[in-house]
């Protein structure tokens, strides 16, 4: 594609790299057919290949309105489109760009600016989360079913191995996974203590910063991802292996770290190294499945049939395809099929709240193609994903979901 940027845009980081990915594009249109916006609405605006026009307008100079940044917002950022385009265009970076000049070109109506400020404040705050959800599980039966179905139910952690293992990886506490599923992190230490590894968080760490960062705010994101790096990095140089993440959305920003702060001289390199050493927990577990299945192999086979959900953020965010199904598979749970599995569940971040519709549409049919092959239980990889699939789930056959990583654990769990 031709570009002809605007010379306040031309010159810059954001300008160079944004006329890099738009001079990929060939206008195919590959990328319309896996597209879930434009599946729901068949307008080519509600498409990739639309939206890299619109962002190309802007850029240009052309007028900017509240439509643009409409069409703009109704993209989920699943980079479903990335996964199809076979001319590699970086559709998830550009996106970012465009948002945020649209956002500053166009603004924010008062009620939209405030719903946004809400979740940038509420959701990254792991303690203040906590208490409104605490509190929402007490009143959920006089709340309105749409705000009831958002909550979810108690998970138990249970007992989180004390590190003693040569081999330490730090984990990702993250903002909303410790108050909704603090399971999730505990089965992934007790998985990985019997595999000799021991997994332990850094105290300051929190927020990965992809509330702000989605919600077109990369100062508030830069100070999350800092905070990180500066609580990670005694650990890093002690030796830390890895950099674990059980949140395949989290992982795709900590695996964005060091480009995200590749211009600033105090953190590119730090955030670089912090980005290299990410692993999402698929792959750390995939890394030692020889020992895996020595300890699997003494266990009673699973023998119930499960449905996988892969999270947009692992399957095209993350690029990693069909490593958790083969983990599953290689624990003794029969996989069943789940048609247009590259299609997202309309969570995506904070979109179920910000695009209620279309996310509810994008939910019916997900849930309809999970429970098509009469699953047991769902798994999936990525708590946004979880809470929101299950309260679909809820809504319909109540078929259980669980994070992937608590299955292992608890086949791991059984008598040897
Ligand atoms: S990121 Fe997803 S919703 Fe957005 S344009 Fe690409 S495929 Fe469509
Ligand atoms: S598939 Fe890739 S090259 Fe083709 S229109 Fe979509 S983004 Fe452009």
Same mark, same amino acid.
Request: net charge neutral; aromatic share 4%.
């Given at each position: 594609?031709?570009?002809?940027?605007?010379?306040?845009?031309?010159?810059?980081?954001?300008?160079?790299?944004?006329?890099?990915?738009?001079?990929?594009?060939?206008?195919?249109?590959?990328?319309?057919?896996?597209?879930?916006?434009?599946?729901?609405?068949?307008?080519?605006?509600?498409?990739? +290949?639309?939206?890299?026009?619109?962002?190309? !307008?802007?850029?240009?100079?052309?007028?900017?309105?509240?439509?643009?940044?409409?069409?703009?917002?109704?993209?989920? *950022?699943? +980079?479903?489109?990335?996964?199809?385009?076979?001319?590699?265009?970086?559709?998830?970076?550009?996106?970012?760009?465009?948002?945020?000049?649209?956002?500053?070109?166009?603004? +924010?109506?008062?009620?939209? @600016?405030?719903?946004?400020?809400?979740?940038?404040?509420?959701?990254?705050?792991?303690?203040?989360?906590?208490?409104?959800?605490?509190?929402?599980?007490?009143?959920?039966?006089?709340?309105?079913?749409?705000?009831?179905?958002?909550?979810?139910?108690?998970?138990?952690?249970?007992?989180?191995?004390?590190?003693?293992?040569?081999?330490?990886?730090?984990?990702?506490?993250?903002?909303?996974?410790?108050?909704?599923?603090?399971?999730?992190?505990?089965?992934?230490?007790?998985?990985?203590? +019997?595999?000799?590894?021991?997994?332990? *968080?850094?105290?300051?760490?929190?927020?990965?910063?992809?509330?702000?960062?989605?919600?077109?705010?990369?100062?508030? =994101?830069? !100070?999350?991802?800092?905070?990180?790096?500066?609580?990670?990095?005694?650990?890093?140089?002690?030796?830390?292996?890895?950099?674990?993440?059980?949140?395949?959305?989290?992982? *795709?920003?900590?695996?964005?770290? @060091?480009?995200?702060?590749?211009?600033?001289?105090?953190?590119?390199?730090?955030?670089?190294?912090?980005?290299?050493?990410?692993?999402?927990?698929?792959?750390?577990?995939?890394?030692?499945?020889?020992?895996?299945?020595?300890?699997?192999?003494?266990?009673?086979?699973?023998?119930?049939?499960?449905?996988?959900?892969?999270?947009?953020?692992?399957?095209?965010?993350?690029?990693?395809?069909?490593?958790?199904?083969?983990?599953?598979?290689?624990?003794?749970?029969?996989?069943?099929?789940?048609?247009?599995?590259?299609?997202?569940?309309?969570?995506?971040?904070?979109?179920?709240?910000? !695009?209620?519709?279309?996310?509810?549409?994008?939910?019916?049919?997900?849930?309809?193609?999970?429970?098509?092959?009469?699953?047991?239980?769902?798994? *999936?990889?990525?708590?946004?994903?979880?809470?929101?699939?299950?309260?679909?789930?809820?809504?319909? =056959?109540?078929?259980?979901?669980?994070?992937?990583?608590?299955?292992?654990?608890?086949?791991?769990?059984?008598?040897?």
């Amino acid at each position: 594609m031709q570009t002809n940027l605007a010379d306040w845009i031309k010159n810059t980081p954001e300008g160079e790299e944004a006329d890099s990915i738009l001079r990929k594009c060939v206008h195919c249109g590959f990328c319309l057919a896996t597209c879930p916006t434009y599946n729901l609405l068949g307008d080519e605006l509600e498409s990739p +290949r639309g939206r890299i026009y619109l962002m190309k !307008q802007v850029m240009e100079g052309e007028p900017v309105t509240a439509k643009t940044q409409l069409h703009l917002d109704r993209c989920l *950022t699943c +980079r479903s489109c990335e996964s199809t385009c076979p001319s590699g265009v970086q559709y998830g970076r550009l996106i970012d760009i465009g948002r945020e000049l649209v956002e500053r070109k166009v603004g +924010r109506s008062t009620g939209e @600016g405030f719903k946004r400020r809400v979740l940038k404040n509420l959701l990254p705050q792991t303690a203040l989360f906590s208490a409104g959800l605490a509190a929402g599980r007490m009143v959920k039966g006089m709340l309105p079913t749409s705000l009831a179905a958002k909550i979810t139910a108690h998970r138990d952690a249970g007992e989180t191995p004390a590190p003693h293992h040569a081999r330490r990886m730090l984990v990702l506490a993250g903002c909303v996974q410790p108050a909704m599923a603090p399971s999730i992190n505990a089965a992934t230490a007790r998985v990985l203590d +019997r595999l000799g590894i021991s997994l332990f *968080t850094a105290a300051e760490a929190g927020c990965c910063g992809a509330i702000p960062h989605h919600l077109n705010d990369p100062h508030e =994101s830069h !100070q999350y991802i800092k905070r990180n790096i500066d609580a990670w990095w005694p650990h890093i140089e002690a030796g830390a292996e890895a950099i674990v993440v059980t949140a395949s959305g989290c992982g *795709t920003m900590v695996a964005e770290y @060091g480009h995200i702060l590749r211009n600033d001289a105090a953190y590119a390199e730090k955030a670089q190294r912090v980005s290299d050493l990410f692993r999402d927990v698929s792959q750390v577990i995939a890394a030692e499945s020889p020992a895996l299945s020595t300890l699997l192999a003494a266990r009673q086979p699973a023998n119930s049939r499960i449905a996988f959900h892969s999270p947009c953020s692992l399957q095209h965010g993350l690029k990693i395809r069909g490593v958790v199904e083969g983990l599953l598979r290689d624990a003794g749970y029969e996989l069943s099929a789940v048609p247009d599995g590259h299609f997202c569940c309309g969570s995506a971040g904070t979109y179920s709240i910000l !695009q209620p519709e279309l996310s509810k549409q994008l939910l019916a049919n997900k849930v309809k193609a999970l429970e098509s092959g009469a699953p047991m239980l769902v798994a *999936t990889a990525n708590i946004g994903c979880l809470a929101h699939i299950e309260a679909g789930l809820n809504a319909s =056959s109540k078929i259980p979901i669980r994070h992937w990583i608590e299955l292992i654990d608890e086949r791991l769990a059984q008598p040897g």
